[in-house]
C-alpha cells in the first residue's frame, strides 16, 4: 500500500521564485511540487501539496492529516516563529514530521531563529533551497520502510 | 430574563479527549458542554458553547458577544499565549469574563505560562479539568445575579 | 466518612475586608469561612480554616497536612511569590492541592504574577473573590468522589 | 492616470469610534474612510479602505496590493506586534507603505511598542488620531510624484 | 490671533543634506523651514524654527515654550535617545507636543529605537523625510482649531 | 496629643556596632534608640523601638500599628529585598511611613539594592549611619504636624 | 571657621513648585533655599544654591567644589540617571556628598530607579519633599563636626 | 579542649527519608545525626543537630553560633536560595561555616542553583546524600586543627 | 574529474552507537561513513571522514579542506555550540558547507540549541540520524553539479 | 579486587601553589596527590591522576575512563565553565563522578559560577582546597562499596 | 603640507593626574599634549589638544572637525558610553578617527565597557596611559602617508 | 640584558593576509613579524612569534612566559572571546600583557566584542592592522624601561 504524504506551505510561500530572489531562489512552489511528485514514485510514496496564508486552516490541515495521512512535511513559512496553535496541531499528530525551510533560518533575524514547529518535528532541513522538500521525502521513506536503507 | 454565557474554545480544543490526555485528561468538548448545560439550567443561564481553529474569528465571535451575550468563559487555546488581537477585542467588551483552561498553565512550557486573556479577563479556573467551565459558570451566575449568593 | 479540607491562608490574609477593598473586596474571611463550612456539607466534606503571617507556621501546617488531611486549599498570600519553603512543603504531601487568589494575579504587579505554590498545586482559581474558595471545594469533591459528578 | 492606495485595517479597527474611547476617539472608520476619500481627489489619488479580523487575510490583501496598487496605507492594529506572516508580505511587496496608528503606541503596553510593520515601511505616522490616514496620504501622494512639493 | 509653533532640532540637524544622505535625504534644515513657513501661513499658524548641539539648551528652550509658544514640534536627533533631562522639560508643558524623525527610528540601530520625547509626546511622525515637519504642522493647526477639519 | 511613631527594625540589626563596623558603623541600636526619644520630645512625638529576625513578627507588628500608631519607620534589613509579606502589610496602612537603613544601599550588591518596603513608604534615608533615624523623626513631625516648618 | 555647603540643582529644578505639583509638590526653590540657609546658621554652616539645566556646568562646578567647598548636596535632577560625566566629577572629590531628591525615585518610572549619583554620596535622602535639602544639612553638620551629636 | 560544631537544617529537612526518596534518599536526619556524633568523636569534636522551618530561628541560631559554637554546617534547605537574612547573619559570624547539600543542587529547578549561603561559606559539599555531613565535620577538624592533616 | 567532500567529525562521535542512543541511534561512524562511501559513488563525488576530540585540530582540517576539497560536511558535535575558532576557519573558506547534526538539536538544552557552525554553513540538516550525512552528500551533489537535478 | 579513581585536572592546575596562592592556596598537585595515594589504601582504591592544559585531551582521558576505570574525580579548571564537549564525554559514562573545585567557584566571576561538569556529576565537593579531592574518594569508596558505612 | 590632527578630551579629563591617581596615573593633560607635539613633528603632522565638559561643545568641535582638521584622536572620556549625539557627528565625519582611553575600559564598570565612540572610529588604544596619545598619532601618520611603514 | 616579548597568536591567524581582507587586511602574519623584529632592535628588546591553533597549546607558552619572557603580546583570535583556560593562565603571571586586534572589534558580532583577555592585560590595541603589533612593542618598551619616554 502507498503512505502518504501531505505537505504544508504556509503564508507567503505561493511567493516563491518571485519574492526576494536572493533569499529564496527563484524555484517555484509548482516547480518544487513537481520535482517532489516524480521522486516521491521511486521512493513508494504518493505526495499532496497545499498552501495557505491562513493560520487557522494550517491547523484544520494539520488535524486532517492525523487520521488520513502517513506523515507531514511542513513549511510554516512565518507562522514558524509565531504559531503555538499550530504547534499544538502538530503535538497532537503520531505520525513522523520533517520540518523544512528554503532559507538558513539560523542566519537571519533574531526572531526567526526560533521554531515552534522544531519543538514538534523530528528533524529540520534548511538552507539548502527547494531540493530540501525533496529530501525530506526520502528520510520519510526510510522512516515509513518504502524503500530500505541503501 | 435569562442571561446566556457565550463559551469559546480556541484551536485544537475540538480534540480534546483524544489529544495527549494525559495533560488535557478523557473529557470531550462535547461532554463539558453537555455537563454546561445541565448544570447552567440550575442556575438561571443560558449557554452556548462554539470551538474554532481561527484566531480572526475567535475575535470576531468576541465582537459579537459584546452587544449580543451578557457574559464570556474563553478557553483561547494556544492563542491565549499570542494574541494580541483576541485581548484587544475582549478589552472593548464591557461583559464579564472568566478564562479557563484544562490544564494547569503554570506548570508547562515557559511560553505557555504567559496569557493575554488575563490582561482582559476577571479571574481564571485553570488544572481542574472540564468542570473548571461549570465552576466558571457558577462564577458568572453570582456575578450577574441570576442566582443569590448562599 | 467524611474527608477534611485544611485551607491555609497566608500573610494579610486577617486584613480581609479592610484592606485595599477596591482589590481584595469587602469579605472578610470569616464570611468566607462561613460560606464555605455551608457548602462543604453538601458536599460531603468537612473544612478547617487557619491563617498566619508566619512563613514557617504554614510550612507546619502543610506537613501536618500530609498525613492528617485528605485536601488542601492554600491561598499563601505573599508567601505565594517568594517562599520555596512552601513549595518544598507541599511537593511533600500527596494529597490534592488547590491554590486559590482573590484577585487576579495575572493583573497585578510583575512579582506577584509568579507562583511558587503554582508548581505543586493541581490547579488554580483566582480573581473571583471570595466564591473561588466554595468553587476549590466543589472541584476537590468531585477529585477525593464524595460527590458525582452531575 | 490615477495612482491607487490600499488602507488596509487590521482587527478590532472596525469598533472605532466605540471600543475604548479615552485612547482611540470618537471618529468611526468610516468617517476617516469619507475625510481620505475627499482629501485623496486633490491630492491626485485613489483610495480603497479594508478592514478584517483576520491575519491570513491581510496577508491575501497585501498580496493583492504588489501587483493591483501603488501603495499601501497600514494599520494592523494588534497584529503590528505579533504577525511575522504579514511583515513577510509586506517584505514581498515594491511599493511605498507607510504604517499609521490611531494612538502612539510609545505610551502604551511594552508588547505594543513592538512593530514588525515597521521593519517594512518607509514611515510611520502615530498618537494623531484619524487625522494621520489623510497625513500618510498626502506623504504617498509627493513620494509617488502625484502633487508636486509645495 | 496666530498661535506659535516652536520647532526645535537637536545635535548635528544642522548637517541635515550632507552627513549620511543615503539615511537623510538631501533636503537642508534650511530648506524645509522654508516650506514650513509657507505652509503655516496656510494654516493659520506662525513658526520659530531653532537648533541646537546642546542638551541643555534645549531644555531652556522648551521651558520657554511653556509659556510663550502655543505648540511645540520636537526632532531632538539623538537627544531622543538618552535625554531625560529633556523628557522632563516636556513633561512640565502643557501645550501640544509632536515629534518627527526624518528616517524611520524603528528600523535602525536598537539604541535608536527608544524615545524618551515619545513619553510626553501626543504622536509620533517618521521616515518622512523634511515633509513630516509640514505634516505635524498641520496636525497641529487641527489640534488647536487654526484651521477646520476638511 | 502626642503622636507615637512606632519604629521597626529587622534581622540582624540586634547585633548593630558590632557586626561588620566598615560597613554598618559602631552604634548600637540602644545608643540610636536613645537618641531618637531624645529627639523625639523636642518633636512633640513618642517612640517605641522594636526589633525582631522573624518576617511575619515584621508583618504582625505593622498590621498593630494600622490602629495603634500614628507613623512608622521601617529599617527592615534583610527583609526589604526579600519580603512582599511585609510590602502587603505597609500597604494596607494608612499612616505616613519612612524607610531608614544605616548604609547607602545603591552601593551594595545587586540584590540589596531592590526595597520592596519603597513601594509603599514615602521616602527613604539611607547611608547616613543611625542619625537617619533622627532624621526621619524630623521629617514625620513635619508630616504628622506635630512642629511648625521652619 | 564656617564649612560651606555647596547644594546644586539639575535640569528642571527651576520650575519646582509650577511643574507636575502632585509630584514634587508646591515648594519653589526659592523657599527651599530661603529654609536652608535659616537652619544652616544653627548648623555652623554657610550654604550657596545653584540650578543649571546643563549637564556640563553641573560638572564644572562639582570640579569647583574638590577645592573650594567643604560638601555637597546634590539633586542632579534627570542627570541623576544619565550623566556619568557627572558621577566621574563627583568621584574625583574627597568631600562629603549626600543626594537629594523630591520624590521618591522608587516608586516612579524605572529609569528613574537608577542613580549614577548614588555611586558616589555616602547617602541619599529622597521621597520628603523640600525639607529632605534641610536634613541632608543637618547630616552634613554632623559629619563635618561643625554641631555635636545631641 | 573540645570544639564544638552546629549543624543547622532547614526547613523540611525533619521529612528526609519519606519525602520525594527519589531525590533525597531514604536516610533520615535522625540517622545522619547519629553518624555525624559517631564521627566527631574520632575527629576531636562535638556536634550539635537542629531543625526548624522557620527563617527567624534559624536567623537566631546562627547569631548564637557568632559566640557560643566554633564552627557551623549549614543546610538551609529552601532558604538556601530566597533568605538575604540568613545570608547576613552567616556574615556577621567569624568561624567556618561549610554548606551542606542532600541533592546536587547545580542539577535541579533553575530557582534552585542560587545559593545565598554560598556567599557566607568557605565551601561546599552537595549531592552526596547523607554522607556529605561527615565529609564537612572532617574537613572543618582540619580547618580547626583538631586533628592533623594526614 | 571527481569533487572531494571532507566530512569533519568533532568530539565524541567517534562514541556513536554506544553512547546514549535513545538521543543518537544505534548505527556507529563507520556504518555511516560506509553508507556515505557508497552513496557518494552514484553522485559523482569522493569522500573522506574524519573525527577529533580537539578543537584546534578541527580548525587545522577546516584550513585544509580550503585548499585541497570541493565542499565540507561538518557535524561539529559539542563545539557546534562553543567554537568561534571553528566558525572563524569555515568563514575562512570559500567552499559550499553543509551543517549535520544526528539529532534535533532544537529540541535539547537552550546550550545546544545555538550554533557557530550554523552562521557560516548554507545549511542544516538535524535529527534524521545517520542518513543526514547521505542526503548532505547529495545536496552538494546538485551544488557542485556532479549531478543534474531530476 | 581494588576499583581504580581516575583524577583528572585540568589547565593551569599544574601550577596549582604557585598561582593566586590567596585563592588556591599553596599545597601543590604533587602534594594533594600523594595525600590521596595514601588515604585510598585505607578505602580499599586505586588511585590515577593526570593533568592537561588541553580540553581535547581531557574528552579523550574521560572516554578511556568510560571502560577501563570505576569512577572519576574531576576538577577541570577553567573548562568546566566552557565545556560542552567535556560534559558530553561525561554524559556518556556510566562510572561515579565527583566534581572538585579547590576555591568556591560561587564566590567568584559569574563565569565561573556556572559549570558543565555539574550537569554530569553526582555531587560537587569546592572550597575546601586540596582535602576536597580526599573527601571525594572517601565518598567514591561508599559508593562503591569498597568501606562500610561507619 | 602638514596635516593637523585634532584631538579631542572629554569630561574630566583637565583633571587628570590629580583626579584617582590609581586609576589614571599621574600625567597630566599639559604633560601628554607636551609629548604629543613632540612627537607629532616627527612624524610630519600639527596637533591641536582641547578639552570641555560639555557634550554639546563636543559635538561642535567634531562638526569643526570635518572640514578644518585631517584626523581626530577623541578620548570622551564619560561621554564615551552615553553619547549618541557625539558618535553621530563622528559618524557625519569622513576622516579617520581613533579612540584613545587612559585606562583599560574593559577591566571598570560595566557601564564602561560600552563605547558609542567604537561604533565610528577606526581602531581604539586604551589601558596604556598617556603613551596612548602619541601612539595614536603614528597610527594616523601611516594612515595619512606622512610617514613611511619602516 | 635585552628583554624578550613572547607574542602569542591564536587561530586561523596564519591565514592573515588571505582570509577576509576587507576585515583583515593583507598584510601576513610573517609581514607583521619582520616589520616586529625591525622595530623591536630600536627599542632594545627581543621578539618571538608563535602561532597556534589548539587552544591548550595556548595556555602552554602562557605558563611558559611566565618564567622565561619578560612581556606578552596576545593576539588570541577567536580564543579571546571564548577561552577561560586563557585568561586563568594569563592571570598566572606577573609580567606586562598586551592584546592586539587587527580589527576592531567592538564594531563586530556581539559574541566578538567581549574578551576574557582584557580581564587580564594592561591595555587593548585594536582596529589599527598590523601595526597594533609595533605600537604594543612601544608601549611595552616604555613598559619595561628600555627606552627612555621621549
Given at each position: 500500500?502507498t503512505?502518504?504524504?501531505?505537505?504544508?506551505?504556509?503564508?507567503?510561500?505561493n511567493?516563491?521564485?518571485?519574492?526576494?530572489?536572493?533569499i529564496?531562489?527563484?524555484?517555484?512552489?509548482?516547480?518544487?511540487?513537481?520535482?517532489?511528485?516524480?521522486r516521491a514514485?521511486?521512493l513508494?510514496l504518493?505526495?499532496?501539496?497545499?498552501?495557505?496564508?491562513?493560520?487557522?486552516?494550517?491547523?484544520d490541515w494539520?488535524?486532517e492529516?492525523?487520521?488520513?495521512?502517513q506523515?507531514?512535511i511542513?513549511?510554516?513559512g512565518?507562522?514558524?516563529?509565531t504559531?503555538?496553535?499550530?504547534?499544538?496541531?502538530?503535538?497532537?499528530?503520531?505520525?513522523p514530521?520533517i520540518?523544512?525551510h528554503?532559507?538558513?533560518?539560523h542566519?537571519?533575524?533574531?526572531f526567526r531563529?526560533?521554531?515552534?514547529?522544531s519543538?514538534?518535528?523530528?528533524?529540520?532541513i534548511c538552507?539548502?533551497?527547494g531540493?530540501?522538500?525533496e529530501?525530506?521525502?526520502?528520510?520519510l521513506?526510510?522512516?515509513?520502510g518504502?524503500?530500505k536503507?541503501?
Open positions: 500500500m503512505a502518504t504524504v501531505l505537505v504544508l506551505n504556509g503564508p507567503n510561500l511567493l516563491l521564485g518571485t519574492r526576494e530572489p536572493e529564496y531562489g527563484s524555484d517555484t512552489l509548482e516547480t518544487i511540487e513537481a520535482a517532489c511528485q516524480k514514485k521511486g513508494g504518493a505526495v499532496e501539496f497545499r498552501q495557505t496564508n491562513n493560520e487557522g486552516e494550517l491547523v494539520v488535524q492529516a492525523r487520521t488520513d495521512y506523515a507531514l511542513v513549511n510554516a512565518a507562522y514558524t516563529h504559531s503555538v496553535a499550530l504547534l499544538d496541531a502538530l503535538l497532537a499528530t503520531n505520525i514530521i520540518e523544512v528554503i532559507s538558513n533560518i542566519q537571519r533575524d533574531e531563529q526560533q521554531s515552534y514547529v519543538k514538534a518535528a523530528e528533524g529540520m538552507g539548502l533551497g531540493i530540501g522538500y529530501l525530506a521525502l526520502e528520510a521513506a526510510h522512516r515509513l518504502t524503500i536503507e541503501a
